[in-house]
Structure formats: C-alpha cells, structure tokens
C-alpha cells in the first residue's frame, strides 16, 4: 500500500528527541495531523487519538503483539515470548485463563484490607507540614509492600524489588549502567525462582504459590513459563502503581480545588482514582503490528506494519473527553481511558492498581492532610516508555 509519508512529529518520540517534562503539546499536534501517522524513520505508524487506540488495542485479528510491543523490537525475533504481551491467541488466551484466578475480583477484595491497613501504617509515618519527596518517601514504598507480600518476596528483600524493576525498564538511570542492569535482573530472576521452587515443595498463601498449582484441564503454566509472568509482573506491579499514585498527587499540588473537592465528599474516590490514571498514563505507549491488509481511521495500513498505540496522547483526546481534557478534574464521567491498555491485552492488575491509588487517597484523607503543596521543580523520568516522577518536593499540610 502506498500513502506513507513522513510525519516529521513523530521524531520527536525518539529517546533522545523526547519532551520527557512536557509531551502533552506534541501529542496535540499528532492527533491534528491525522488519525495515524508515518515515522519512516522507525518504519511505523503512530495512532494518537483514543478512537485508532482502542480500535487496535481491541483487535487480536488485525494486529498481533507478537511481534514486539516496543518500536526497538521491530524485527526482532524471539525464540520465546519475552512476556505475555507479546503473545497472541491461542497462547495468550491460555495464559490469561491461567493466570486470571490469581487477580480476580474475589482475591482482590480478599487482599484489600491488607493494602488499605498497609497505606494507612505508610501515611502515618510520612511526615507532614514540611517537604518531602513524594517519590521516595510514599509513592514508591505502598507498590513495593503490596508486590512483596502478594508474590511471597521476603520483607527483607522488599527494598530489592524497586532495583528490579528500574532494571527492566529502558531509560531509566540503571540502563546507563549495563553491568549493575544485568546483575539486578539476573538477582530477581534468581529470587523468583527460588520462590517458585519452594512454593512447588511447600504451598503458602500467595500468588506464586496458585500460580503454580493452578491446574486448566490439566494444564499448567511451566517453570519458564512462570518466570516469564513474575518478572513481568513484579515490574508492571510496581512501575505503574508507583508513577500512578506520585503522578496524581502533583496534580492535585498542580489543581488544589481538586484535593478539596475530595476532602469535602470522599465518595468521589474512585472517579478521582481513574482520573488519576487518565491524566498520569504510566505506561506511554505499546505497539501492535498488522497481520493482514487493513484500514484503520480511513487510512490504509499494510500486512507487517507497525502501528504504535499512543496512550498518554488518547487520554488527552478532545474528541473523547472534551474540551476540558487538559484539566484533571476528579468527578469526570464516564471516564474511557486507556491507561491499562485495551481489549484483549487489559491489564490483568487493573483491580489492584485501582485499589492501591484508592487506598492511598484515604488513608490521607485519614490523616487530615487538607492541602497538598509543589514546593520545589518536579522531576520526570526519560524514558519513553514509562511516564513517570522522579522526584517531586511536596507538602502535606494538615489541619
């Protein structure tokens, strides 16, 4: 097929090319240009609107994830599946049904007093009426806790697993050190696997543990099978929880109504949780490849093209949210974002996640926290992968 064209926008979501602090400007200007556009440079198309996100996220038969979800992956060949994004039906649809149990709605609520008690402990050790870095000092350590004890990690460990995960996650600081990269990632893969062996010899109550003796007709998932899904959700667990909840709570330093809008009604929790995904998008974008010749928003898209889905650009789409998408506002509804992916390849930790940003928002609420306050330059994360914070001094100014 032909009509290719180079969109010169899309080199801007080259690593180096990124506006990391600010993307929300160029993703305005894709979407303008058009429902998917051209990097010839890469050899892919960029979807940037909710409309072309969702419909090939939601579309197993059109596009394949095998095939890379990463715009580096582009003809790269694995001799196995990396992790289950990358698989498609049949396989992805096994390893759903053979993981699924073990985060469904009934484990979930089984879980949530656990994580409710566990924010409430975090948040009554922060200190409040002086600054803190809202990162290292909240955000980071609820995902952590909740990673650790659902996958049976000793405590003692739990301080390992924020390493990890910075270690599978490209652009990150620790990329910049290949040694250190490898040697944490070989550490946890070392660790979820003495976990998986002792949970084979000894059952306990944990995910690794019904993961392993979870049985479909006979079936189960295998030793590299389950390295496979912990790693992948040790780092997901942790990576998007974690930039969620920090994310959020600098947006409502930056909308101060906001905060008191929810201190005033606290039922408004969980329009203002998925408002918090909506606006922070921790996972930027995830690519799909075409597996036959199709259209996709009017335009023609080749069998074997790449199509990279935009999210942080489709939860800012006017068109869907309207004019007021640019505004983090915590009673939006209906709320459609695509901050855990769409159709197929949903986030299997979606309840979780929800649960841990809900729960963090109460237990400050709790805590009599009335003000959250910016009081120093907000630092992002450069990759282009992970919208994330780094570091943000906020105050949490009680009554």
């Known amino acids: 097929m032909d009509g290719r064209h180079h969109e010169p ?3 801007q979501l080259a690593d180096d090319a990124f506006p990391h602090d600010d993307p929300f400007p160029l993703y305005e200007a ?3 240009a058009g429902p998917l556009v051209w990097n010839a440079t890469g ?39 990396p992790t289950m994004m990358h698989t498609d039906p049949p396989a992805h649809t096994r390893y759903r049904s053979l993981v699924q149990p073990a985060f469904g709605r009934r484990v979930v609520r089984a879980l949530e007093p656990t994580i409710r008690a566990a924010a409430a402990r975090l948040i009554a050790q922060v200190r409040t009426n002086e600054s803190i870095d809202i990162v290292t000092d909240l955000a980071a350590i609820l995902p952590v806790q909740v990673i650790g004890m659902i996958l049976g990690i000793p405590e003692a460990e739990w301080d390992r697993v924020w390493a990890w995960s910075e270690a599978s996650i490209p652009g990150t600081d620790t990329w910049s050190d290949p040694e250190r990269r490898n040697a944490l990632r070989a550490e946890m893969t070392a660790e979820l696997a003495e976990l998986v062996a ?10 690794i543990s019904q993961l392993v003796h979870e049985d479909l007709d006979g079936d189960r998932l295998s030793d590299d099978e389950l390295a496979m899904f912990l790693n992948q959700l040790l780092v997901a667990g942790n990576e998007t929880t974690r930039n969620a909840i920090s994310g959020g709570l600098v947006a409502f330093s930056e909308h101060p ?100 940003i809900a729960a963090t ?28 914070v780094t570091n943000a001094p906020l105050v949490l100014r009680t009554r």
């Open 361 to 388: 928002l109460d237990a400050l609420i709790d805590a009599g926290v009335t003000t959250i306050d910016a009081v120093g330059p907000v630092q992002r994360s450069r990759s282009t992968i992970i919208a994330g």
């Open 43 to 81: 050899g892919y198309w960029v979807a940037s609107r909710h409309a072309e996100v969702t419909a090939v996220g939601a579309d197993a038969t059109r596009f394949c994830s095998g095939r890379g979800i990463l715009t580096f992956e582009i003809g790269v060949d694995y001799p196995s599946p």
């Open 257 to 356: 109504g906001e905060w008191g809008r929810l201190v005033e009604d606290r039922a408004r929790v969980d329009t203002a949780t998925d408002e918090i995904l909506r606006w922070t998008t921790p996972v930027i974008a995830f690519m799909r490849t075409a597996t036959v010749d199709t259209v996709v928003g009017g335009v023609p898209v080749a069998a074997g093209d790449p199509v990279l889905m935009l999210y942080a650009s489709a939860n800012r789409d006017e068109d869907e949210f309207g004019s007021d998408a640019g505004t983090f506002r915590i009673d939006r509804s209906p709320n459609h974002h695509v901050a855990f992916g769409f159709g197929p390849h949903f986030c299997l930790g979606a309840a979780l996640a929800r649960l841990e």
């Open 198 to 207: 002792s949970a084979r010899l000894a059952p306990r109550h944990d995910v």
């Open 9 to 11: 926008l899309t080199e």
């Open 30 to 32: 894709l979407r303008a």
